[in-house]
């Protein structure tokens, strides 16, 4: 059986470290930066890194409903999730993920940009 994108890149400690350094980039992001003030961060980093392990295929679910309702307040518009993307593209590529490993996490993370960004 084929390992998952998640267990050949070392699992959760593993992606807990990249959502870590993508979060140092979004903290700085002049786009995105602005939806982290007065955010407990390591509440959000634990969050994330469930979330990312479940589009790299590992052990967490995450329903389209669940992401909706998480993301419906936040008014998320398409330049921020474009950003949020290539900020993780970007950190991926930095702790040596492959390029197949990289498009396929993108392929997974753009398939629920319809419930992320706020449709108004």
Do not use: C
């Not at 002049?30 to 392990?53: A, N």
């Amino acid at each position: 059986m084929a390992l998952t994108i998640y267990e050949r890149n070392g699992g959760f400690s593993s992606v807990r470290k990249v959502v870590s350094a993508f979060y140092d980039l979004a903290l700085d992001s002049q786009v995105i930066g602005h939806h982290f003030e007065d955010i407990e961060m390591p509440r959000l980093i634990d969050h994330q890194t469930r979330f990312v392990s479940f589009l790299m295929g590992g052990p967490a679910s995450y329903s389209d409903d669940h992401l909706e309702r998480v993301h419906a307040r936040l008014g998320i518009t398409h330049a921020e999730f474009e950003e949020m993307v290539e900020l993780l593209v970007e950190t991926l590529e930095d702790h040596d993920f492959t390029s197949d490993d990289v498009a396929a996490i993108e392929k997974e993370l753009r398939k629920r940009k319809p419930v992320i960004v706020d449709g108004r």
